[in-house]
């Protein structure tokens, strides 16, 4: 514990080294006595580290205990399908390995079907990817030339990462990934619980794997219902009825059903007062670049966009947890996003070495394979490559709509995805010109600071 007190007789303290469990109890006791944490501090020491919460009858009628209490978890070689799941959640935190910025050819596949005819169709899209990174690399050292002003570490990098960008999209989904999660206890109970009925095995083994392992870390936090629920072994009056009204739901609502889409569509459900609001107009016009809307502009409405966009990019996009962005279900039907198979063609001679054909002959003879392969759309998923496009829908508020169109607008982001905020952008401006937005329209996508955004250790 770290402690300041003030010259008004104000008491501050730090609690950073104990037991979550623990330190949500501490903070609990506030609400039923009014003692000192520092009292409390002695009785957990008395007690031990995991055992504070168990001495005490908690009946709040509701969760709030478990709000203050947060654990990280660490998940390695799990599919980049499982990835998205766990992060589809608003309050996720957490990262995640870059196949942006990661040469993903050594990494194992997750292949649920399990025969020759599955593997050899993840071979050969990992035989694509692993194969042409030095091709692809020469086109666009021909297509963005180093300039004289820019260091030779950075524009390397920054070719790579680009390399990274095009190859990307000739991924299984079934490629694994790490990803770590870091969030409170509650949310991490409540999101597992539909993870866990999840209609992908995978998906819900990792779910399951999560909540043994907290339930055994955090005994008191209520993470062994499902597994009592399932194993007959504790299971409390209502239970089974919970647990099978969650899977009902986590099964049928896991994918929307989306019409087929086209292009790009903006639907606006605005607070009667946003127009007349002449401040808050005014206050808009003149944001500065940089300024954050404050979170009480999240009354004035909600935007809701429909696109295709492909699965690399969505998982880009769904990063952004302030609002809903589904998670589509990654299949071949709506096809290849052409940007990938652009960036094969040379800028001086549109198909030098044949590689974009090769990319298409490639991605023709895979789709009807795949199709093939399985009845199961869900697991055809670990088959199906990033590049192919999804129907994606998101909604945002205002404050979070601004936030998303600016930062993804910039040339650090992956081109198909900064083409799409550019056509939200557009839309939006229609209706709202009035509106302050501070985005990068300009159509050129190359920015060698790609080759800066790294970790390296200081000197």
């Given at each position: 514990m770290h402690k300041n007190i003030l010259d008004s007789g104000a008491k501050l303290m730090v609690v950073d080294d104990m037991?979550?469990?623990?330190?949500?109890?501490?903070?609990?006791?506030?609400?039923?006595?009014?003692?000192?944490?520092?009292?409390?501090?002695?009785?957990?020491?008395?007690?031990?580290?995991?055992?504070?919460?168990?001495?005490?009858?908690?009946?709040?009628?509701?969760?709030?205990?478990?709000?203050t209490g947060s654990t990280t978890m660490f998940i390695e070689d799990v599919s980049l399908l499982a990835a998205k799941a766990v992060q589809d959640w608003p309050l996720y935190s957490g990262q995640e390995t870059s196949t942006r910025y990661i040469d993903m050819s050594k990494r194992h596949i997750i292949d649920p079907v399990g025969t020759s005819e599955s593997r050899s169709i993840l071979d050969a899209w990992m035989n694509f990817y692993r194969t042409n990174q030095e091709r692809v690399q020469s086109i666009l050292v021909r297509r963005y030339p180093k300039r004289p002003d820019e260091k030779d570490e950075t524009y390397t990098r920054a070719i790579k990462a680009r390399t990274f960008d095009v190859l990307r999209g000739f991924l299984p989904a079934g490629i694994t990934t790490q990803l770590s999660w870091h969030t409170n206890l509650r949310q991490a109970g409540d999101h597992l619980v539909g993870l866990a009925q999840h209609p992908s095995a995978e998906i819900a083994d990792v779910a399951r794997g999560l909540q043994t392992l907290l339930a055994a870390q955090y005994p008191s936090s209520g993470f062994d219902r499902h597994i009592a629920t399932v194993s007959g072994v504790g299971a409390k009056e209502g239970d089974a009825s919970r647990t099978e009204w969650e899977a009902k739901y986590a099964r049928d609502f896991a994918y929307p059903v989306t019409g087929r889409l086209h292009d790009t569509r903006m639907v606006m459900q605005q607070?009667?007062?946003?127009?007349?609001?002449?401040?808050?107009?005014?206050?808009?016009?003149?944001?500065?670049?940089?300024?954050?809307?404050?979170?009480?502009?999240?009354?004035?409405?909600?935007?809701?966009?429909?696109?295709?966009?492909?699965?690399?990019?969505?998982?880009?996009?769904?990063?952004?947890?302030?609002?809903?962005?589904?998670?589509p279900l990654l299949d071949t039907s709506y096809g290849f996003e052409p940007w990938y198979l652009e960036q094969l063609g040379d800028p001086d001679n549109d198909n030098v070495g044949g590689l974009r054909d090769e990319a298409v002959k490639l991605i023709h003879e895979l789709s009807p394979r795949i199709m093939k392969l399985t009845s199961d759309e869900v697991v055809r998923q670990y088959y199906t490559a990033l590049g192919y496009r999804v129907a994606c829908q998101v909604a945002y508020a205002l404050p979070a709509l601004v936030y998303v169109m600016e930062l993804r607008s910039g040339k650090t982001i992956h081109p198909t995805l900064r083409r799409q905020i550019h056509v939200m952008v557009r839309l939006f401006q229609q209706h709202y010109p009035e509106i302050a937005l501070h985005v990068d329209l300009d159509p050129d996508d190359w920015d060698v600071r790609r080759g800066d955004q790294t970790i390296t250790k200081k000197s």
């Amino acid at each position: 514990m770290h402690k300041n007190i003030l010259d008004s007789g104000a008491k501050l303290m730090v609690v950073d080294d104990m037991n979550p469990e623990d330190v949500a109890m501490l903070q609990a006791l506030y609400s039923r006595s009014a003692e000192s944490a520092e009292t409390h501090l002695d009785k957990v020491k008395a007690t031990g580290s995991g055992k504070f919460m168990s001495q005490f009858y908690v009946n709040y009628g509701h969760k709030s205990i478990a709000d203050t209490g947060s654990t990280t978890m660490f998940i390695e070689d799990v599919s980049l399908l499982a990835a998205k799941a766990v992060q589809d959640w608003p309050l996720y935190s957490g990262q995640e390995t870059s196949t942006r910025y990661i040469d993903m050819s050594k990494r194992h596949i997750i292949d649920p079907v399990g025969t020759s005819e599955s593997r050899s169709i993840l071979d050969a899209w990992m035989n694509f990817y692993r194969t042409n990174q030095e091709r692809v690399q020469s086109i666009l050292v021909r297509r963005y030339p180093k300039r004289p002003d820019e260091k030779d570490e950075t524009y390397t990098r920054a070719i790579k990462a680009r390399t990274f960008d095009v190859l990307r999209g000739f991924l299984p989904a079934g490629i694994t990934t790490q990803l770590s999660w870091h969030t409170n206890l509650r949310q991490a109970g409540d999101h597992l619980v539909g993870l866990a009925q999840h209609p992908s095995a995978e998906i819900a083994d990792v779910a399951r794997g999560l909540q043994t392992l907290l339930a055994a870390q955090y005994p008191s936090s209520g993470f062994d219902r499902h597994i009592a629920t399932v194993s007959g072994v504790g299971a409390k009056e209502g239970d089974a009825s919970r647990t099978e009204w969650e899977a009902k739901y986590a099964r049928d609502f896991a994918y929307p059903v989306t019409g087929r889409l086209h292009d790009t569509r903006m639907v606006m459900q605005q607070h009667a007062g946003f127009i007349a609001g002449t401040r808050w107009i005014e206050a808009l016009k003149t944001r500065p670049r940089g300024c954050v809307l404050p979170h009480f502009m999240t009354d004035f409405g909600q935007f809701t966009f429909t696109f295709l966009l492909d699965f690399g990019s969505f998982r880009d996009i769904q990063r952004h947890r302030n609002g809903v962005c589904r998670m589509p279900l990654l299949d071949t039907s709506y096809g290849f996003e052409p940007w990938y198979l652009e960036q094969l063609g040379d800028p001086d001679n549109d198909n030098v070495g044949g590689l974009r054909d090769e990319a298409v002959k490639l991605i023709h003879e895979l789709s009807p394979r795949i199709m093939k392969l399985t009845s199961d759309e869900v697991v055809r998923q670990y088959y199906t490559a990033l590049g192919y496009r999804v129907a994606c829908q998101v909604a945002y508020a205002l404050p979070a709509l601004v936030y998303v169109m600016e930062l993804r607008s910039g040339k650090t982001i992956h081109p198909t995805l900064r083409r799409q905020i550019h056509v939200m952008v557009r839309l939006f401006q229609q209706h709202y010109p009035e509106i302050a937005l501070h985005v990068d329209l300009d159509p050129d996508d190359w920015d060698v600071r790609r080759g800066d955004q790294t970790i390296t250790k200081k000197s």
